[in-house]
């Protein structure tokens, strides 16, 4: 996959960082609500899992 593609105003490892970005404050709301009452679990298992798939696909070097 390009990652250096341009998709609309930015490239695909810019969109992909914010993405990243977004992962990270739902792991973060997750995981505060799990820690405090046991609730937003969901919130803290979709937030992991798409941080871990962003950083094995953005980890990828430049060709």
Known sequence: MN???RLGP???RLW????NFLANVLL???A???VSDGSRGLALGVG???TVA???VLSTPRR
């Open 3 to 5: 990652l250096e593609r």
């Open 10 to 12: 930015a490239s695909l």
């Open 16 to 19: 992909g960082l914010i993405l």
């Open 28 to 30: 973060l709301y997750g």
């Open 32 to 34: 505060v609500g799990f």
């Open 48 to 50: 992991l899992v798409v």
């Open 54 to 56: 962003c950083i094995g």
